[in-house]
């Protein structure tokens, strides 16, 4: 027994923010972020909540599988800018989609999150605890960006996707997590509620702080790594491969993570272009595009990547 992806959605915010339009807020250029991560834009939530673009994203993955949402068990949300402390946003969702029997909590792995909550998802459903479940990726990051920081604030973007998973005899095939604590001041955000009645201190903005040459040096070494591994642990050769999903953070580390399996640039489809990176949305996101324009076919293998804070990083080979 192992679980099948029945159905996927994704939303984004419908405010595009260019490059030239941050080259009016700080000194940067098109030319800069375009040649550096191959970003040209991303949306920017506006008027939407985490809550709202997850909540929108789960009803299209809902519709694309054709579930009710009574029919599901489990709800997992991966995000690490959800709406609110707690409740979770898996059980804001459960509430906005009247998922009245399932039971919902979060996942916190960064930008490895929808990858993180798809493997715990598998895990649940392969035990047989579970049938049917919603795993939503979703991040607003803008909130948690200083806007007059250059070396960060022109890398992210808002956004949600989801997938719908189901027991199955065929589907996810193999499954790694990896992480490494040791290094978790290299992308790390702190939280704003350290205040308290004895230590008086008062809640600190919580900005995104990146070391950005140590997260390359780490994505480009530990995503081949991961993927040879789970290639190598289900007896599947790379050229059976015909999509590598990966986090879409800079496609030049999706450049070089193509170089070192020795495949073709095809391979690798690629939307941060649009979207920058939205950290625990990405790679949900840029499987609903492959999904809907029809370019997953039944069988079809297909390996998903994550890498992110924490440091946290993983791989899923599944069947389409
Ligand atoms: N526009 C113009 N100049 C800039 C900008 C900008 N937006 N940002 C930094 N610079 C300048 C720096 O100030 C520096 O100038 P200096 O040489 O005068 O000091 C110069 O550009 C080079 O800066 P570096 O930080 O060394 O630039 P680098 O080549 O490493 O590129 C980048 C930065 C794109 C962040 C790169 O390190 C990278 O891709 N890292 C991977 C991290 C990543 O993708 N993170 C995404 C989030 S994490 C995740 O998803 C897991």
Redesign the pocket.
Known sequence: MTSRIIGTGSYMPAQIVTNDD??KV????DE??AG??GIRQRRIAVGESACGMATEAARRALESAGIDPEELDLILVGTTSADHCFPSAACEVQGEIGAVNASAFDVSA???GFLFAMNTMQAFIQSGMYRTGLVIGVDCLSKLIDWKD???????GDGAGAAVLQASDTGICHTMMRSDGTKWRV?SCVSRTNGNLLNRKTPELGYLY???????K??VKRVPECIDQVLKESGTAVEEVKYFVL????Y??IESVAKRLKQPMDKFPMNMERYG?T?AA?IPVLLDELNRSGKLNFGDKIVLS????G?TWGATLLEW
């Open positions: 941050l080259a700080v000194d940067t250029s800069w972020i550096r991560t960064a930008c490895s250059r070396g960060t604030c022109v890398l992210f992308l990146m070391d950005g040459q140590e997260v390359f780490f994505a986090h879409q953070a800079n030049r580390i990176n950290s990405t994550g890498f992110g804070a440091l």
